[in-house]
Structures are given as C-alpha cells and as structure tokens.
C-alpha cells in the first residue's frame, strides 16, 4: 500500500498568513493527488485533483504543487472559514489511501 | 445539485452486522462509483473500497476482506454497505462519496453522504 505522510500534523496561523501543508507518498503517485478539507463533525469536502486543480467553487487562495512524491497545498491569504484538518489523498492506486491530516486553526 | 443521503446512526453489540444505505440524487447512480470511507472518533480517514452501479463490481481494502459486502438497487440509485463480526474497533463515522474519473483518469471524491455514526459496544 502507498503510504502518504503530511507535515506539519497541526498548525496555528492568523488571518492573512501564507501556510503550506506537505505530503509525501512512500513511492511515485505521479499526479494522482487530492486534497479535502474537513470541519469538525462534517463530511470531508473536495478541494484539488490532480495535484493543482481547484474544484469548482473553490476559493483561488488554494493552491497545488507537486508531482511524483512530494507535494504542497498553499493557501495564500488565509481567512476564517478555513480553518479545518486538511487531507491530501492519492488515487494512484487502490487502497486509495490518505494522509493522517494537517489540523489547521487560525 | 449532486447529494448522497445516509442512513441514520447505528448501535450495535459485538459480532453482529451493520448496513448503511446512500441513496443517490440529481445524477445518473451508473455512471459514477460509489466508495466507502470511515473515520473513527478523532482519526483520519480510511479507504473501504468500491462499487460501480452499472457492473456491481466491487474493491475491498484487504483490512476489510471477508467482512465486508458493497450491494446497490439501481432503481432506487442507492448504495449499501454491509459490515459483518462488528468489534470495537468498527466503531466510526462511515461516508459514502462519489468517485469520479476524469477524461485523462484522474480520480477522486467529489460528493460525500453526510455520514452515519456507527457504534459498537456491548
């Protein structure tokens, strides 16, 4: 199974910081790299595919970089919404496996 | 507007089972996979596997194998997840979320059930 490990696990910042989550998989997952955003006692919420694809919708503060084994989300002027754990996945291959979360709070 | 409705929370004693319903809307069910993903209280999220509505073909995560059945009713476009021999351990919220593949086979979640907590004690 592809391992994926984010750093930091958690994060305080203030609103207008610029904040980068990383993810690291345990072998190659070439662009098949998502991230969700979760709040607590809500369904996760879809955020990039394809390593730097925002969804419709969401907000171009986001951003993603990457490719291979190592990737960033940035967001570049954070606000108050979002706050949340933050989760990168890869669907390289199957088990689709996530990382272990990056709880941010602001 | 694409939703996935989940049955409501669960209790349940060791060693018996659970099924989870989601019930698709305002999409065709066939054309998107279904997958299952749980989260036990204050943990990340774990990858169950997957069904396909037009086939019925389905992926366990091995954790899972042989306790584990994915089933759906194309006329009703809902999904169910049925989970056998329930420990402590099952003890989680579990979502279902669409799976979407893309033009150049990206894949991923794009519309999640609201979750059902399921609870296992004795």
């Known amino acids: 199974d592809i391992q994926m490990t984010q750093s930091p696990s958690s994060l305080t910042a203030s609103v207008g910081d610029r904040i980068t989550i990383t993810c690291r998989a345990s072998q190659t997952i070439n662009t098949y790299l998502n991230w969700y955003q979760q709040k607590p006692g809500k369904a996760p919420k879809f955020l990039i595919y394809a390593v730097s694809t925002l969804q419709s919708g969401v907000p171009s503060r986001f951003s993603g970089s990457g490719s291979g084994t190592e990737f960033t989300l940035t967001i570049s002027s954070l606000q108050p919404e979002d706050f949340g754990t933050y989760y990168c996945?890869?669907?390289?291959?199957?088990?689709?496996?996530f990382g272990q979360g990056t709880k941010l709070e602001i | 507007q694409v939703q996935l409705v989940q049955s409501g929370a669960e209790v349940k004693k060791p060693g018996a089972s659970v099924k989870v319903s989601c019930k698709a809307s305002?999409?065709?069910?066939?054309?998107?996979?279904i997958n299952w993903v749980r989260q036990a209280p204050g943990q990340g999220l774990e990858w169950m596997g997957y069904m396909s509505p037009n086939s019925g073909t389905t992926r366990y995560a091995q954790k899972f194998q042989g306790r584990i059945t994915f089933t759906r009713d194309t006329s009703t476009s809902t999904a169910y997840m049925e989970l056998s021999s329930l420990r402590s351990e099952d003890t989680a919220v579990y979502y279902c979320?669409?799976?979407?593949?893309?033009?150049?086979?990206?894949?991923?979640?794009?519309?999640w059930g609201q979750g059902t907590l399921v609870t296992v004690s004795s």
């Open positions: 996945q890869q669907s390289y291959n199957v088990p689709f496996t």
């Open positions: 979320t669409r799976g979407t593949r893309d033009r150049v086979s990206q894949y991923y979640f794009d519309y």
């Open positions: 305002e999409y065709t069910f066939t054309q998107y996979d």
